[in-house]
Each structure stands twice: as structure tokens, then as C-alpha cells.
């Protein structure tokens, strides 16, 4: 299995300030077709989760462009240029290079 | 819109049996692989199993592997998932999950999910 290693596990931002979570693959997740399988997914409180960005840094529809996506090989970054309230949540990474597999998630608090 | 409702979560004893159903709308199902995935309470996200858009590909986790088989009635717009040989650990909320593309192993939507609790 491939390895998602989400870092950091929690984080506490101020509103209006950024965020920035790191994912790191065991391997890579550039397929012989050149597309990069790597996703992130939001869980808000008490809802599944909801899909972020997809294939590194394509932000899925109606999700704002605060949100931002990047990385290549083994390392990805998600960004929150301006976090809001409602961005409050845990936020996972997950590859679908092989069968997928999931970060261990991280939470995001408002201060 | 998209949406996705499971059903036939409960308390079950090791050793017993659930079939969890996920039912869809808002898209055409028999153009769609589909997923379970689980999540133990207060813990993280994990994948237990797929299903090809016309049924000829199935993968399993290794942890489930032998004892959870998934199925699809495209006639009715429903996933299944069998549930056999039931362990605490497999104590979680289940979840269903459209592919994001007709062959892709990823996931775009997602169901609220339904308690599985397997205890004595």
C-alpha cells in the first residue's frame, strides 16, 4: 500500500491569516499516463467528507479559490490563502495511483 | 444534485452478517465506478472496496478481503455491500462514494454514511 503522511496533524488559525498542510506519498503518484493521483478532501463537523481539488491542483466545482493545490512526485501541499470560519474541519490527502489510501487528517481550528 | 443514502447499518455480533445498501440519484449510476469506505469514530478514513462502472472489476482492502463482497443493481441505482464474518474492528461508519470519472479510482460525492457496530 502507498503511504500518506499528513503533517502537521492539527493546526490553529487565525482568521484572515493562511494555512498550508503538507501530504508526503511513500511513492510516487505520477502514473505512466502523466496525470498525478492525489486528492484532498475537506470533512466538516458531523458531514462526510467533500472533494477539494483533485489530480494536485484542480479546485472541484463551487469550492472557492482560497483553496489552492500543489507538489509533484511524493510531496503536495494544500494552501488556504485567507482562512474563514467555515473552513474548520479535517482535511485529508489521498492517492488513487494504486488502491486508495488516505492521510491520517488534519484538523484545522479558528483561533 | 448528486446524492447518496446508505442504509442497513445496526448492532451485529462477531461472526454475524449486515448488507449495507446505497442508493443514488442526481447522476447516470451505470456510468460510474463506485465506493465504500469506512470510518472508525473519532478516527481516520479508510478504503474498503470498488466497483467498475458495468460490475467486471472488483478490489478489495486486504482487511476485508475474503469477507465484504460489493455489488451493483444498475436496474435500481444501488450499490450493495456484503458484510460476512463481522469482527470489532470492523466497528465504523460506512460510507458510499461516486467515482470522480467512469474508470477513475478516485471520489467525488459521498453519502452521510451508516453505523456498523459489531459487538457482543
Known amino acids: 500500500d502507498i503511504v500518506m503522511t499528513q503533517t502537521p496533524l492539527s493546526l490553529s488559525v487565525t482568521p484572515g491569516q493562511p494555512a498550508s498542510i503538507s501530504c508526503k506519498s511513500s511513492q510516487s503518484l505520477l502514473y505512466s499516463d502523466g496525470k498525478t493521483y492525489l486528492y484532498w478532501y475537506l470533512q466538516q463537523p458531523g458531514q462526510p467528507p467533500q472533494l477539494l481539488i483533485d489530480e494536485v491542483s484542480n479546485r472541484f466545482f463551487g469550492v472557492p479559490d482560497r483553496f489552492s493545490g500543489s507538489g509533484s512526485g511524493t510531496d503536495f501541499t494544500l494552501k488556504i490563502s485567507r482562512v474563514e470560519a467555515e473552513d474548520i474541519g479535517v482535511y485529508y490527502c489521498?492517492?488513487?495511483?494504486?488502491?486508495?489510501?488516505f492521510g491520517q487528517g488534519t484538523k484545522l481550528e479558528i483561533k | 444534485q448528486v446524492q447518496l443514502v446508505e442504509s442497513g447499518g445496526g448492532v451485529v455480533q462477531p461472526g454475524g452478517s449486515l448488507r449495507l445498501s446505497c442508493a443514488v440519484s442526481?447522476?447516470?449510476?451505470?456510468?460510474?465506478?463506485m465506493h465504500w469506505v469506512r470510518q472508525t469514530p473519532g478516527k481516520g478514513l479508510e478504503w474498503v472496496a470498488l466497483?467498475?462502472?458495468?460490475?467486471?472489476?472488483?478490489k478489495y482492502s486486504e482487511s476485508v478481503k475474503g469477507r465484504f463482497t460489493i455489488s451493483r443493481d444498475n436496474s435500481k441505482n444501488t450499490l450493495y455491500l456484503e458484510m460476512n464474518s463481522l469482527r470489532p474492528e470492523d466497528t465504523a461508519n460506512y460510507f458510499c462514494?461516486?467515482?470522480?470519472?467512469?474508470?477513475?479510482?478516485?471520489?467525488?460525492?459521498w453519502g452521510q454514511g451508516t453505523l456498523v457496530i459489531v459487538s457482543s
Open positions: 466497483m467498475s462502472f458495468d460490475g467486471t472489476e472488483k
Open positions: 442526481g447522476f447516470i449510476f451505470i456510468n460510474y465506478g
Open positions: 462514494a461516486k467515482a470522480l470519472h467512469k474508470t477513475s479510482w478516485s471520489l467525488d460525492y
Open positions: 489521498m492517492q488513487s495511483m494504486h488502491l486508495p489510501t
